[in-house]
T-cell receptor, first 114, second 114 residues
Framework: EPEVTQTPSHQVTQMGQEVILRCVPI?????FYWYRQILGQKVEFLVS????????KSEIFDDQFSVERPDGSNFTLKIRSTKLEDSAMYFC????????????FGSGTQLSVL | DQQVKQNSPSLSVQEGRISILNCDYT??????FLWYKKYPAEGPTFLIS?????DKNEDGRFTVFLNKSAKHLSLHIVPSQPGDSAVYFC?????????????FGTGTRLKVLA
C-alpha cells in the first residue's frame, strides 16, 4: 500500500536554530498537510497546501513557519527560528482529491528543541 | 477553542465485548467525520468515515453513528480485540464550506484486556 514517508524520525535542535522537516507524500495525491501533536495533547492542524500554494493555515502557523514543494515529490516544513514550545511530533499527511477524502499520515518527526 | 471533544481520555474493555468511543462537536458546519487509530511512534491510521447525510456507516467490526441534532458521533468496535488497543481520534471538517482541513479531538486511549 502506498505510504507517506517522513524524515528524519527524530530531530534535536537548539533554540533559535532553523529546522527543515521532510515528507514524501503519496505520488498521485494533490493535497498536502502538516499537523503536529504536543505530547499528550490533540493533533493540531498547521497548514494545507494545494496547487503549489497554501490553501489554509492555523494561527499556530506564523511567520516562523513556511512550507514548500521544491521538486514535485518532496513537501517540506521549515521552522526558521525554533522555540522551546515548538517541541512536538510533526505529521505530514496527503489526500487525493481533497474533498471527502481520508488523510494518509506519515509516521511523524519528533522535534525536540533544547 | 475545542470544536471537537472526546471527553473520555481512556477506556478499558474486555476482549470480545463492545468498545464505544464518543465524540462531540460544536460547529454545526461540520459535515464530514473521520475516525483514526494511533499506535505509539506511528502516524494516525484511518479507520472509518461518515458524511452528515448519513447516520450510520459500517465496515467490518467498526460502525460509526452520527447524531446531528446532538452533535455527537460514536465509534463502536465489536468484538474488541487486544490489537485494538490504541489511541482513537475523531476528526471533523466543514467540507461544504470549502475547507479541507480536519479538526481533531483530544483522543481516547482504548485498552482491550485479554
Amino acid at each position: 500500500e502506498p505510504e507517506v514517508t517522513q524524515t528524519p524520525s527524530h530531530q534535536v535542535t537548539q533554540m533559535g536554530q532553523e529546522v527543515i522537516l521532510r515528507c514524501v507524500p503519496i505520488s498521485n495525491h494533490l493535497y498536502f498537510y502538516w499537523y503536529r501533536q504536543i505530547l499528550g495533547q490533540k493533533v493540531e492542524f498547521l497548514v494545507s497546501f494545494y496547487n503549489n500554494e497554501i490553501s489554509e493555515k492555523s494561527e499556530i502557523f506564523d511567520d516562523q513557519f513556511s512550507v514548500e514543494r521544491p521538486d514535485g515529490s518532496n513537501f517540506t516544513l521549515k521552522i526558521r527560528s525554533t522555540k522551546l514550545e515548538d517541541s512536538a511530533m510533526y505529521f505530514c499527511a496527503s489526500s487525493g482529491t481533497g474533498f471527502g477524502e481520508k488523510l494518509f499520515f506519515g509516521s511523524g518527526t519528533q522535534l525536540s528543541v533544547l | 477553542d475545542q470544536q471537537v471533544k472526546q471527553n473520555s481520555p481512556s477506556l478499558s474493555v474486555q476482549e470480545g465485548r463492545i468498545s464505544i468511543l464518543n465524540c462531540d462537536y460544536t460547529n454545526s458546519m461540520f459535515d464530514y467525520f473521520l475516525w483514526y487509530k494511533k499506535y505509539p511512534a506511528e502516524g494516525p491510521t484511518f479507520l472509518i468515515s461518515i458524511s452528515s447525510i448519513k447516520d450510520k456507516n459500517e465496515d467490518g467490526r467498526f460502525t460509526v453513528f452520527l447524531n446531528k441534532s446532538a452533535k455527537h458521533l460514536s465509534l463502536h468496535i465489536v468484538p474488541s480485540q487486544p490489537g485494538d488497543s490504541a489511541v482513537y481520534f475523531c476528526a471533523a471538517s466543514a467540507l461544504g464550506s470549502g475547507t479541507y482541513k480536519y479538526i481533531f479531538g483530544t483522543g481516547t486511549r482504548l485498552k482491550v484486556l485479554a
